[in-house]
């Protein structure tokens, strides 16, 4: 069945994320230590679940890590600053867009952050629909979040591709009919775009 929709996840695929070089610039010499306390947590998943409030994530963070809730508020800025935008992959959406596709994204993002993202950046406006994780309070790869997609914008799954950095989100999204690409870098999304004849 032909392609007709494209569902890009966010973080590592339209927006910047290396979290360990985004904790080294806070906290140089300390990131796989922080890693575990911070992103590597549990705690991170609730924030991106919109389970938690960004306020308690932060006394709980300087709480385990010993770091004052100053640091730690330094750091939550720089992660808003961290993501930007990765240009080439700007582009392809912006090419697929042209050629007619239905473009959405699903992602694992906390409110705080997504509502940060959609007032700073001038492309979401071409997506005919975002789902994010805090929204619904669901997580990839759990295959209920990818239902909510499906059927809040009347999606055939047969009939699209999902565009994602982590393998066992593109797995969830193939057993329900999607076809996927694991994100490397914009060079091979393009690529393997236009193997599938969508580009």
Excluded at 21 to 33: N, R, T
Excluded at 156 to 163: A, G, L, M, Q, R
Excluded at 175 to 195: H, S, T, W, Y
Aim: glycine share 4%; aromatic share 10%; hydrophobic share 45%.
């Amino acid at each position: 069945m032909a392609i007709k929709n494209v569902v890009f996840d966010i973080g590592a695929v339209l927006l910047n994320w290396q979290p360990y070089q985004l904790l080294e610039s806070v906290f140089p010499k300390q990131s796989k230590q922080l890693y575990k306390q911070i992103i590597g947590h549990p705690q991170w998943l609730q924030l991106d679940a919109g389970l938690q409030e960004e306020d308690k994530a932060i006394i709980d963070f300087a709480n385990r890590t010993g770091k004052s809730i100053a640091d730690i508020k330094l750091f939550m800025q720089a992660l808003r600053n961290h993501l930007k935008p990765i240009d080439d992959s700007v582009k392809i959406l912006e090419d697929v867009k042209k050629l007619g596709y239905k473009l959405y994204v699903l992602s694992n993002m906390p409110k705080y952050l997504m509502n940060h993202y959609l007032s700073r950046d001038n492309f979401w406006h071409k997506f005919d629909g975002i789902v994010y994780s805090a929204q619904e309070h669901l997580l990839k790869p759990d295959k209920a979040i990818f239902k909510v997609l499906f059927d809040r914008y009347g999606i055939n799954p047969d009939e699209s591709v999902f565009i994602d950095d982590t393998k066992i989100n593109i797995d969830s999204a193939k057993l329900l009919g999607m076809q996927g690409i694991v994100f490397k870098n914009p060079m091979q999304c393009r690529e393997a775009l236009i193997d599938m004849n969508v580009l």
